[in-house]
């Protein structure tokens, strides 16, 4: 499958965009054996471009026998990305797309979208801002927003953590700010969430926030927001839900801390 959107087809021959893009020139952001991402400038635009030059068989059956679903191009982008647009969840806009060859360690695939300008992960904004409690509540709700839509449509991200959320820079002061959904190479897609994976990818948002200046009210709202229910049901219907949540994200967390954050230890007192 080739594809190119109209505001590149100027630059890129869609029967020969794998070739094309293999070869471009820009700032490399990840250079690795079998994947490339760079971002490059393309008449008045910026865009990110990831080349897939095929796994080869060890890592398919590396993965196979760690029971993971390995990554064999560009494909799980294209979909989520795509599937993401349906469902009005903000993410990056793919405007190009390749995949070339039946044989899954050697296939050649790429993906393009546009870059996101002016904008933010979330993991550098706490870092390097001090959030008030009113934004604080407001990228709560987007966060838990964004993460129920996108479960209860069958999506799982498997890299989800609040690096992996851009935040518009022009809307942190808006009622409902914008969260950019990215890096979704490893995302995957069904007619229903299984919980395992509801569980692996809130584990991973919620461990990814420990040191960002939350506390146990904000995961609590979370919850609550998630749930779509008030607390004391969610809390009542799913305990061992999100007890598997938590046991989850202090166990990622615990890889390489010595310790847990006091706030984190209290949440047992509530469980």
Known sequence: ?????????????ANHLFDQVALIEGEVYREL????T???????????AKVHFGVGWWEIFKNLFQLRLPIVGA???WLALSRLAELDIATVKPVAFASEGWNPARRHSCII???????????????NTTIEPTLRRRLIRRLADVSRRM????????DFYICHFLIDLDTLHEP????????????????????????????GLF?????????RKDVFRFIKLYANKPLRQALHDDRAFWRKVLHRARSLYLQDQRSLPAWVEALDDHG
């Open 75 to 77: 494909t799980n982008e």
């Open 38 to 48: 760079v971002r490059f400038q393309a008449g008045n635009r910026a865009y990110f």
């Open 176 to 203: 409902e700010p914008t969260l950019y959904l990215i890096d979704l190479h490893r995302a995957q897609i069904r007619a229903r969430t299984p919980e395992r994976w509801l569980v692996k990818d809130l584990g």
């Open 151 to 158: 479960h209860d449509n069958g999506i799982n991200h498997r």
């Open 113 to 127: 979208t546009e870059a996101l300008e002016n904008t933010s992960s979330l993991e550098d904004l706490v870092a």
């Open 1 to 13: 499958m080739h594809y190119v959107n109209e505001d590149l087809r100027a630059v890129f021959d």
């Open 33 to 36: 054996e079998a994947r490339r």
């Open 207 to 215: 461990f990814s926030a420990f040191d960002a200046g939350i506390g």
